[in-house]
């Protein structure tokens, strides 16, 4: 079954405690992204990943950092979590340039 | 930059009424235009595309139209299910990339 997927599905964690959302396409698709959701503001794109070793900043990159050493995964890497992290992250993948992007099940994150 | 503007929810209505929801978009280039639909507890489905004007996307009784002199996609259905009940977000993906630009979102809430 052709799928994205994300663990964990849900985190709580504290401030300044390094965490790592795995995300990984069973599609080989080569562009991949990361999107975060907050109430009133819609979906925003934090990274995304054109292909392999080729990453860059979307709208709201402060904060994240991504991979993208193999074609099927692209991690989300919080550092240094903070408060305002906060909010429910979805990964997407899709091939080729404008076609349907997929979505994962989301990752619910709380960072006290 | 592009954006979406899609109307405030929560959207209430009663099993088989007739079902809008707004959209507009800002755009310099020529984008695809989508709805997503997300149901509780789960990742963006896509619902309906469109990749050009006057093109209309259609899908489980949902139709939307692509109305560049209007610039607008709005999304209608004929007669509501309790089921219909979710998020739907409207999106454009900008011309030539994969990167996806969401409005807001609209909660529809259908009672039998």
């Known amino acids: 079954e052709a799928q994205v997927t994300q663990n964990p599905r849900y985190l709580i964690t504290v401030t300044g405690k390094k965490l790592t959302v795995t995300c990984s396409q069973n599609?080989?698709?080569?562009?991949m992204s990361w999107y975060r959701q907050d109430p009133g503001l819609g979906l925003r794109q934090i990274y995304y990943s054109m292909n392999v070793e080729v990453t860059d900043k979307g709208d709201v990159p402060e904060g994240y950092k991504v991979s993208r050493k193999e074609k099927r995964n692209f991690p989300l890497i919080l550092e240094s979590p903070s408060p305002n992290q906060t909010s429910l992250y979805f990964c997407?993948?899709?091939?080729?340039?404008?076609?349907?992007?997929?979505f994962g099940p989301g990752t619910r994150l709380l960072v006290l | 930059g592009d954006s979406v503007t899609q109307m405030e929810g929560p959207v209430t209505l009663s099993e088989e009424a007739f079902l809008t929801i707004n959209c507009t978009y800002t755009?310099?280039?020529?984008?695809?235009l989508f709805w997503y639909v997300q149901y509780p507890g789960e990742g963006l489905q896509l619902l309906l595309k469109?990749?050009?004007?006057?093109d209309k996307g259609s899908n489980k009784g949902f139709e939307a139209t692509y109305r560049k002199e209007t610039t607008s996609f709005h999304l209608e259905k004929g007669s509501v299910q309790v089921s219909d009940s979710a998020v739907y977000f409207c999106a454009l993906s900008e011309y030539n990339t994969d990167k996806l630009i969401f409005g807001t979102g609209t909660r529809l809430q259908v009672f039998p």
């Open positions: 599609m080989n698709h080569e562009y």
């Open positions: 997407a993948s899709s091939s080729p340039t404008g076609e349907t992007q997929y």
């Open positions: 469109a990749t050009k004007a006057d």
């Open positions: 755009a310099t280039g020529y984008p695809s």
